[in-house]
């Protein structure tokens, strides 16, 4: 069976970095990811990203470094976060129950999605390198 990616976009504006709140499924619903979603057969990465983003939250972007290391989801499935630039559009949670700023220091106070807790060391350092 071919194994699924699921890309998520690392957003940071301003020393700050969007997360979305999940509004389903029941056992993830109220908890906070970086949004995106998955690649379509004979799609690239990014732009599944840019696409998922445009979809989700009404913005284009431009889709930069990885962010981290491939999290296994399933045995099928693989999550991948890139590091994204807003290019345009305004921000609307189309598939999220909320969207909201956070800088480094509250990224540990937040309720994660499990795979994307892993990538907390990684989106602090992001977040340090746009503050300096």
């Known amino acids: 069976m071919p194994n699924l990616i699921v890309v998520a ?3 940071i504006e301003a020393g700050s970095l ?3 709140q999940r509004s389903r499924p029941p056992e993830l619903a109220g908890l906070w990811e970086l949004p995106g979603g998955k690649v379509s057969p004979g799609e690239s990465d990014g ?3 840019a696409r998922e983003l445009h979809e989700e939250l009404g913005v284009f972007v431009t889709v930069g470094d990885r962010l981290g290391g491939d999290i296994p989801l399933s045995i099928t499935t693989t999550l991948r976060a890139y590091v994204v630039t807003r290019t ?3 921000l609307t949670p189309h598939d999220h129950r909320a969207l909201r700023w956070v800088r480094a220091d509250e990224l540990d106070d937040l309720p994660w999605v499990p795979a994307d807790r892993t990538w907390l060391p990684d989106l602090a350092r992001a977040l340090g390198a746009v503050e300096r």
């Open 9 to 11: 976009g690392a957003l």
């Open 47 to 49: 732009s599944a990203l």
């Open 88 to 90: 345009g559009g305004e």
């Open 18 to 20: 969007l997360v979305a």
